[in-house]
């Protein structure tokens, strides 16, 4: 084989090696789970903001609220299997939307960082317009860059957030994951959640966890040193990325809270 004909052979095998990734990054990324809007709903949880608008899922505590809690769930599933978070936090006193993204459960809609963003920020207005403040924001894993792009939006609308198992910025994680390919020039969503927060002025909570195989604990150490204040770093300690939850009690969220929030700690 010619010189010159190698050569368009190896450029043309580096484009397709490096255009796969790009091409199928919606399906690396997000997983969602599909479902009626009838089949999400159980004891407790009931279409928010009612039905035939669905946007998520809503539970109320026993006694008025004193703030509500949005939830932005990570990449799988959908927000009817984040019902622990209703389960623990209505019992702080705290109405839980359990926020759902576009093409995820019932809803339409595309998926990628500009529209769930974009639908996160208009989720975050509803909720201010409803139920009034406080809002607190909570995003796990995907979630959390959802909450953190969405949030410096409605800066003025949101008290606080808490950020569980997050990174610094998608770019990272990829390469993490990924190291044999040129994330920076193929990667098509950022969630550069570092970025975002940069100047948010609301308190952060940044929780990781100890032993996270998926997003390792030290890209959300890197996001929680870059935030400016008030903040605070959580290590759940022996804990893996979906199976965090096991390791945090009433006592931990509570402290949670009231650092977030204001109101009695441990």
């Known amino acids: 084989m010619k010189p010159a004909a190698v050569m368009l052979w190896l450029v043309t095998a580096c484009a397709i090696a490096l255009a796969a990734p790009a091409m199928f990054q919606d399906s690396l990324l997000y997983h969602p789970a599909r479902a009626q809007a009838a089949?999400?709903?159980?004891?407790?949880?009931?279409a928010w903001p009612k039905e035939g608008e669905f946007r998520g899922l809503v539970a109320e505590p026993s006694s008025p609220a004193r703030g509500t809690a949005l939830v932005f769930h990570g990449?799988?599933?959908?927000?009817?299997?984040?019902?622990?978070?209703?389960t623990v936090l209505t019992r702080l006193g705290l109405r839980v939307i359990l926020a759902e993204y576009p093409a995820y459960g019932p809803r339409d809609g595309a998926l990628g960082e500009r529209s769930l963003v974009e639908d996160a920020a208009q989720t975050i207005s509803l909720a201010h317009r409803l139920h009034g403040p406080p809002l607190l924001?909570?995003?796990e894993s995907?979630?959390?860059?959802?909450?953190?792009?969405?949030?410096?939006?409605?800066?003025?609308?949101?008290?606080?957030l808490m950020l569980i198992t997050p990174w610094d910025?998608?770019?990272?994680?990829?390469?993490?994951h990924?190291?044999?390919?040129?994330?920076?020039?193929?990667?098509?969503?950022r969630y550069d959640s570092s970025a975002n927060l940069a100047s948010i002025g609301r308190p952060v909570l940044v929780a990781v966890a100890e032993r996270?195989?998926?997003?390792?604990?030290?890209?959300?150490?890197?996001?929680?040193?870059?935030?400016?204040?008030?903040k605070r770093l959580e290590v759940v300690r022996a804990a893996d990325h979906n199976d965090w939850i096991r390791y945090v009690d009433d006592a931990w969220w509570r402290s949670a809270v009231a650092f977030l929030l204001g109101g009695p700690g441990r």
């Open 178 to 189: 990924y190291p044999w390919l040129p994330v920076t020039w193929v990667l098509k969503d």
């Open 75 to 86: 990449n799988a599933g959908h927000a009817g299997h984040r019902d622990y978070y209703a």
């Open 142 to 160: 995907l979630g959390a860059g959802v909450a953190a792009a969405a949030g410096v939006r409605q800066r003025e609308q949101i008290a606080a």
């Open 212 to 230: 996270d195989r998926i997003v390792p604990a030290r890209f959300g150490t890197a996001l929680y040193e870059a935030l400016p204040g008030p």
């Open 39 to 46: 089949d999400m709903v159980s004891a407790g949880l009931v």
């Open 137 to 139: 924001l909570i995003g």
């Open 169 to 176: 910025k998608l770019e990272n994680v990829a390469a993490f």
